[in-house]
């Protein structure tokens, strides 16, 4: 999105960091009566520091799944020892588990510089925010409650925000050259992980990442700088994630965008009815529109202004009849359909927008011309809930207060640094050598039909063009859901991928033993 153990007390009594934490209440048990978690504070809190420890119940499939969450920040320091920041976090762990061998997973969202509370307060964290089971927005006030599908079941998990967002914060405003780009941004998030392995005693736990949208980015470069210093990891997750811009953001001679997006534009026709009878269901649709793109799709676009006249058209028929756009926009599109036109174009008739991150969501521009959206319906219908909530929820269940504010976003002033000479960013190589070094690593890809953001077929492009032996490909696994970026907020989908994500856990800790 914009664009997830017990700790141990080494890690409260060290964090002297240097920031106060404004003192606050005693944790409240509930944000509506029909929260169920039950926070205590822990016995000696401490009365200067930027940690805070709480202990919580809540009933998970009729068993009591008792927890601690650790709020705080974590010191970003250079090779000298100064600190340039800190990362602020979450931190969820089983009580009663074996710390030193329990899974634990570093999860965050993307952007590059959004906060990572879509990822917990949407999927990974024991609580979560409560949306209608298709997604949209309830009425306010809004609620949170326990999450059925948390992956505390089978992990540790501790959430991220990247520098800038949440509460993470740089220590001096002429660090932020330093972090606000790929390779710093890995840097931190490398750095977060070794202290919180090393302060927590973690270094014997299987350790998964998981990221989503930007965060596939960030999880692909890190796979290869942690094992570059000395750490290995189980496995990682991808939701709804790229690893490479150049299959997002298309330009002269780089046609892999208008592939990548095309059986995502397919589904999404689908869905709205713009493609008649002619397929059963969303795979059937999106299994069509794949091996078109493998086949003449892929060639005319390489062909370009070779293609006769009368095999443009055919191409142009084709297209239209797997978009729901006219032959004659496609014909006028050069063959190749713009995402943010699609946005715009497939409902036109109808006065409606589709959304960027969920295209099921529509919306209602001031005017019905033009070729680009006013706003993405899909950010606009959950982000409230989300921000609302999650403030509500640092505060008055962990006990984390602040006078600053938490930060949704944060885009380094808008100058990240994608540091490419390419022009765009590309973490796959990292991923690819982090994959062949460490032969036990295995992979999870989580895809939604509906994505506009980071089209699932664009990632099994980069994916494609990885070099990737047998082996590799071997420990990589794909997960599919009638949903769109954030494929957590339905209900049904969330289920599918808590039963997903144990199964690929399972697979990544004890299928080799």
Known sequence: MKSFLMISTILVASVAMGQRRPQGQPPQTTVTATVTSTPTPSPAPPSASDIVVTKHSMDFHG?????????????????????????????????????????????????????????????????????????????????????????????????????????????????????????????????FIREYLAKNHRFGSPVFLAGESYGGIRTAGLAGYLLNNGIALNGAVIISGVMNYGVLSSGRGNDAPFIGFLPSMTAVAWYHKKLGNRFATVEDAVAASEKFCDGEYSHALMAGGSLTPAETKAVAAKLSSLTGLSETFC???????????????????????????????????????????????????????FNSMTNDYLERELNFESDDRY???????????????????????????????????????????????????GTHYTVNHMDLGPSQLSRISWSYYPSGHMVYIDQSCREKLHKDIDAFYDSATIGEK
């Open 63 to 191: 068993t009591p799944l008792n927890y601690t969450a650790t709020a705080g920040t974590l010191p970003i320091r250079d090779d000298n020892g100064e600190v340039e920041g800190k990362l602020f976090f979450v931190a969820y762990t089983k009580d009663g588990a074996d710390a030193g061998t329990r899974p634990v997973t570093f999860a965050y969202n993307g952007g590059p510089g959004s906060a990572s509370l879509y990822l917990h307060m949407g999927c990974l964290g024991p609580r979560r925010i409560v949306l209608n089971k298709d997604g949209t927005m309830p009425a306010p006030p809004f609620r949170v409650t326990d999450n059925q599908e948390t992956w505390l079941d089978k992990t540790d998990v501790v959430m991220i925000d990247a520098m800038g967002t949440g509460y993470s914060r740089l220590a001096k405003p002429e660090f932020g050259a330093k972090f606000y780009g790929v390779q710093g941004d890995l840097v931190a998030f490398g750095e």
């Open 331 to 385: 014909m006028n599109s050069h063959l190749r359909i713009d995402d943010g036109e699609f946005f715009k174009e497939l409902l036109r008739d109808q006065g409606k927008t589709i959304g960027r991150y969920d295209a099921r969501f529509v919306g209602q521009d001031a005017r019905e011309v033009g070729d680009s959206t006013d706003y993405d319906p899909s950010d606009s219908e959950i982000t409230p809930v």
């Open 407 to 457: 930060r949704m976003n944060n885009y380094g002033g808008g100058r990240w640094d994608f540091g490419t000479r390419q022009g765009y960013a590309d973490t796959s190589e990292s991923l690819r050598q982090a994959l062949v070094q460490n032969t036990h690593m295995k992979m999870l890809f989580v895809c939604g039909y509906y994505d506009l953001a980071c089209p699932q077929w």
